[in-house]
Structures are given as structure tokens and as C-alpha cells.
């Protein structure tokens, strides 16, 4: 038995189909599986007509800052234990993770990174360090969704006020998104461009399908964060992000859009990395087209901070992935009462 038959179990997220072939429901993709055969992510399997899908492991396993994610506007400087899997249902050839999230899709990729773990013990180690929220994230959480959803329900059970979180690409069907319903908190989705062909280009996706996901997760009520990785020459026009900017005003002006800096990496090894003063301007423009929070990520810049829409106060002030001012009174900006966007 290989790696993904020891570390699997039997999914509730799938339809029978004609010859003993399963029907995925987890992605948008909905992909025909045939028996002895995988999906597109490659971790979810067709066993005897069975879904077998990832379990009993994580491929990283960290305490990181509810910042570094980037979530900005869910409980401001809080810890995290964020765990990773294997796979994904994307193709991005800049993935600054590929060594997880492309392991059984790229045959140059020949080392499998993971750790034994059963869901028990990752409650446990989130309630000894005192942490109460639990994400999944490094590679795309739908496609072990199964799994994340045993932990989440788990530490809702053990940990008061727990919370849970996706680091996602956004990609989730509609009966993924029903069955998350109760045990989610928050989704904080990629929305890598706004061109249809360039989009699909990169991911193997469809951006229609992408943007029906975004607006039912916003819809559903998750606490929703967008993050744009501008890469120079794929979609870095203001162009493109007044048309991303009006796409997620028509959603809220409240959902925070962090815009964020792109190195070289995996099969996009000699792109640019964008000047800090072409992201600032990108970053200044975005912030004039009426949303209400506007970020920067992944250089040192002065847009991390939030101030309050309505009078301006400063409500948090950040360092590099960190919180080093907390202002605000319940969800409320201290001077003028305003309502801040997100849960505190
Ligand atoms: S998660 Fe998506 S890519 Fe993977 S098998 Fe299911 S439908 Fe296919």
C-alpha cells in the first residue's frame, strides 16, 4: 500500500456513478473518479467504489501568528495552530509551497514531508499552548476537508470559544460549503486575477467558478479576508485590480483585500519581485476605490495598519506579521462609534 492508501478514510462528500466510478463533491471540479483511479488533486482516491480521502496526518504543524495567514479582522493577535496537508486542487506555478501542495502532481518532487498525528492530539497540543483557534492552511484545506472538519469539531467540543479557519483558494463547492457551515469561522480565499484566461492559465480553474465561491462564502456569512499576490506581467494594471476592487464592493466595501508581494518561486523562478514603491502606489489606488480595508503583505510597508473608515482613528497598528496596538472597544472605533468589520 502506498503513503495516500495508509493515510486515508472513507469520505461522506461523494455520489456513486456508473462501473463502480465516485463523483468528488468537494471542489468545484466535481471530478468523475474512476475505480483505482485519483481526482485532480491527486490525494482523493476511488477504492472499490469508495472515496478515500486524506487522514491520520499533517505535513507541517506550527503556532503562528493569526496575521501571518494574512486575517487581520478575526481576533487581532492571536496565536493559531495552523497545520498543512499534501495536495491541491490548483496548478499555480509560483506556489510557495509546491513542495507539499504539488508532491503527487510533480514527479520531480520526490520527498513526502509528513508527521503522524491523530486529530486527538492536535486539540491537545492547541489546548496546552492555550490557543483557541485552529486553521488549515499551507496547501488547499478542500482537499482534506474530512479530516480538518474531524479537528474542528473536536476542539469546538474540548476548547471553549475555539475557532476555526481555511487559508483557501476559494475553489469550494456548494455542498462543501454546506457542510462547513456550522464548524467554520472564517475563509480568507485568494483571488489571483481577474482575466479569465490568464486565471485559468495559471490554476487549471475557472475564475467564474471561483468568483460564485466567493460570493456564496460572503453570502453564507463566513468571515470573509481576500489576498491578491501581484506577480509583475500577470496581474499587476490597476486595470485589473479596480476591476477585483468592484467585484469585492459589490459583496462589502468592509471585506478586507490584502494586496501582497510575489518572489520568485517554484516553476517562476526568474520573475521580478514588484518594487515596494509600485506596490504602495497599486495599494494607494486600490485603497481609492471605496473599500474600506486595504493592506499590504509581504514587505515593510505602512499600509498594515487599520484605521477606522468612518474618522480615520487608528484601530490596530501592526509590525511584520504581528500586533502591536489593540484599539478597538467591542467591534466599535473608540472616538466615533463606528463598526469595525470582523470578529473581536
Ligand atoms: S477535491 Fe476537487 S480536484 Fe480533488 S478529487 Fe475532489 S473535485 Fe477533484
Redesign the pocket.
Known amino acids: 500500500m502506498n503513503f495516500l492508501e495508509t493515510h486515508s478514510f472513507k469520505s461522506e ?1 461523494y455520489v456513486k456513478s456508473e462501473n463502480d466510478s465516485v463523483i ?8 468523475k ?1 474512476s475505480e483505482g483511479n ?7 482516491l476511488n477504492k472499490k467504489g469508495s ?1 478515500m480521502v486524506p487522514y491520520g496526518y499533517v505535513s507541517a504543524l506550527n503556532i503562528d501568528p493569526i496575521e501571518k495567514k494574512p486575517v487581520y479582522h478575526f481576533m487581532p493577535g492571536s496565536d493559531t495552530l495552523s497545520f498543512g496537508m499534501l ?1 491541491c ?1 490548483f496548478r499555480c506555478d509560483y506556489c510557495q509551497n509546491y513542495e507539499i501542495s504539488q508532491v503527487f502532481s510533480d514527479e520531480n518532487i520526490k520527498n513526502i514531508s509528513f508527521r503522524d498525528i491523530s486529530s486527538d492530539e492536535i486539540v491537545s497540543i492547541a489546548e496546552d499552548n492555550n490557543i483557541k483557534i485552529i486553521v488549515s492552511t499551507y496547501n488547499e484545506p ?2 482534506s ?1 474530512e479530516w480538518a472538519l474531524e479537528i474542528f469539531k473536536k476542539a469546538k467540543n474540548k476548547i471553549k470559544s475555539a475557532k476555526t479557519g481555511f487559508v483557501s483558494n476559494g ?1 469550494l ?1 456548494d455542498e462543501v460549503l454546506e457542510y462547513i457551515d456550522d464548524h467554520v469561522d472564517f475563509i480568507r480565499v485568494d483571488l489571483k486575477s481577474f482575466n479569465s484566461e490568464r486565471f485559468k492559465k495559471l490554476t487549471k480553474a475557472n475564475l467564474k467558478d471561483l468568483i460564485v465561491s466567493i460570493e456564496k462564502i460572503y453570502k453564507k456569512g463566513f468571515h470573509l479576508e481576500i489576498v491578491t499576490l501581484i506577480v509583475e506581467g500577470f496581474n499587476d494594471t490597476k486595470q485589473e485590480l479596480k476591476e477585483m476592487a468592484f467585484f469585492i464592493k459589490s459583496l462589502s466595501s468592509d471585506i478586507p483585500w490584502h494586496i501582497t508581494r510575489s518572489h520568485p518561486d517554484y516553476k517562476m523562478s526568474d520573475i521580478n519581485t514588484p518594487e515596494a514603491k509600485k506596490m504602495d502606489d497599486l495599494i494607494s489606488y486600490a485603497k481609492s476605490l471605496g473599500l474600506n480595508y486595504v493592506y499590504g503583505g509581504n514587505y515593510d510597508t505602512f499600509y498594515k495598519d487599520t484605521l477606522c473608515p468612518k474618522c480615520g482613528e487608528k484601530i490596530f497598528e501592526r509590525g511584520y506579521m504581528s500586533l502591536k496596538y489593540y484599539g478597538i472597544k467591542e467591534d466599535l472605533c473608540p472616538k466615533c462609534g463606528g463598526k469595525i468589520y470582523g470578529v473581536y
Do not use: H, P, W
Open positions: 462528500l468528488c463533491l468537494a471542489c468545484r471540479r466535481k471530478c473518479i485519483s481526482g485532480f488533486c491527486k490525494v482523493r472515496l495536495g486542487n478542500t482537499v476537508i475553489y463547492s
